[in-house]
């Protein structure tokens, strides 16, 4: 049995111990020999200014736990640190959080993954990393591995936290970072995410290239770094894709119906639209890694009064019929309207693609190419295309013979059509939205 001193003693000691504030965490860089202990690959960076910011900004950022609870955090290095505390005011209304830090690479994202990025219970993670890797010549399948280790982290913390992955973008030789390498990586980090539904895989490498495959000088200050047009295109890009997450964009866009149309989409649900049954292919005799899966529909099936379809690629989300991003890469499908429009018409539709992303509009069964067009063709040479953004697609259908306009400018005026057919909208690579479908009889 105690005594009545000791037990005196250890309650004056743990009452002294509660009094006393914890000890400050410290969020100094790991030495060499103390990185050892760390997960990853690589060795850690070692110049004044990183080991300068890895203390400063995670220090600031450990007390803005509470604050940053649930926001979209962006993660990276120094082109992430670029959008600043503000984002540039470029995703008004969303609560973000930025967790990048120049000069950072992948092992030093995987050892702070937890405290600065896992410890906010994320809503969203938008992710762009690997460039210093190759500049300090960290091979190839090292930086694939600590990107697995990245995946697997966050998943472990939670399956349902969307992932936007960012392909690296393009630079430069003279920056140390060549064409052929960043492609290597860019390919090993699909692999690892093909075929998961968690994370969404952005064309910013495609985005941001020239002729070349380099960084086009367009969008960058000095061949590694966006100017402020590139951080523009960057939040354009990603737009898109919150919207689907339903992080913004939360309200329908209204519109009248002009007179003499009849709507095609209700934006509430997929009434009216549906799957074909498909002819059914043949097995390729040497399947290649990259090839896109075609589905194939055994039967006709509508979706009247689903929001989407069964296998979650079509959506309909705040007045707008989404193309999801496939998980596969691609992923080619079409969605058909139910009727059949067999006299002379006028379609109106608006669309909006992400960077890359590679579509079609059906008209009667033959298929007009919908795409995001700079980068995906065929027509490159469109004036007023938007990037990113609506643009406004009509088809007059008179006879035998379809004429497209976007935005007013001439995609084809020759285009063969069947007496009779359906509308259909074809999803393969990217995200693709369409609004404001409409049909009038002439």
């Given at each position: 049995m105690k005594s009545p001193f000791v037990t005196l003693l250890a309650a004056l000691l743990s009452s002294a111990l509660l009094a006393e504030d914890p000890a400050p965490k410290s969020f100094e860089l790991p030495s060499p020999d103390e990185e050892k202990n760390f997960a990853g690959e690589g060795q850690l960076r070692r110049y004044t200014g990183y080991v300068t910011r890895w203390p400063e900004f995670r220090s600031a950022w450990a007390?803005?736990?509470?604050?940053?609870?649930?926001?979209?955090?962006?993660?990276g290095d120094s082109i992430t640190q670029g959008w600043g505390k503000d984002f540039k005011g470029k995703f008004e209304g969303m609560k973000l959080a930025n967790r990048g830090i120049g000069g950072d690479t992948t092992r030093g994202m995987l050892i702070r993954l937890e405290e600065d990025v896992l410890s906010l219970n994320p809503s969203a993670i938008v992710m762009l990393m690997g460039t210093n890797d190759i500049e300090v010549d960290i091979a190839p399948k090292a930086i694939g591995r600590n990107f697995e280790k990245i995946i697997a982290a966050i998943k472990a913390h939670s399956a349902e936290t969307p992932i936007i992955l960012c392909r690296m973008f393009p630079s430069?030789?003279?920056?140390?970072?060549p064409r052929e390498t960043i492609e290597e990586v860019n390919a090993l980090f699909e692999t690892v995410v093909k075929g998961d539904p968690q994370i969404t895989v952005l064309d910013t490498w495609t985005l941001f290239a020239d002729g070349e495959g380099n960084a086009d000088p367009a969008w960058f200050k000095d061949l590694l770094h966006l100017n402020p047009a590139g951080y523009d295109r960057w939040a354009a890009s990603l737009r898109p894709v919150f919207a689907?997450?339903?992080l913004a964009e939360t309200e329908v866009v209204p519109y009248e119906l002009e007179e003499g149309f009849v709507s095609l989409f209700n934006g509430k649900d997929l009434t009216g639209w549906g799957y074909r049954a498909t002819p059914p292919r043949k097995a390729p005799k040497n399947p290649r890694p990259d090839m896109p899966v075609f589905v194939e529909i055994k039967e006709d099936v509508a979706f009247n009064g689903m929001t989407e379809s069964p296998d979650g690629r079509y959506a309909a989300i705040k007045g707008r019929l989404v193309v999801k991003t496939p998980a596969e890469g691609r992923r080619i499908q079409q969605l058909w309207?139910?009727?059949?429009?067999?006299?002379d018409f006028i379609l109106k539709l608006e669309f909006r693609a992400t960077p890359n992303a590679d579509s079609g509009v059906f008209i009667r069964k033959p298929q007009l190419q919908c795409r995001d067009y700079p980068l995906a063709g065929p027509y490159f040479e469109l004036q007023n295309y938007k990037p990113q953004d609506w643009n406004e697609l009509v088809v007059t259908v008179k006879g035998a013979i379809a004429h497209a306009t976007c935005n007013g400018e001439l995609l084809t005026d020759d285009m063969e059509v069947p007496a009779t057919g359906p509308i259909g909208l074809e999803g393969d690579r990217g995200q693709m939205e369409y609004r404001h479908l409409r049909l009038k009889t002439l």
């Open positions: 007390e803005q736990v509470e604050q940053d609870q649930g926001a979209v955090v962006f993660f430069s030789p003279e920056k140390d970072r689907t997450l339903g309207t139910t009727e059949e429009f067999g006299e």
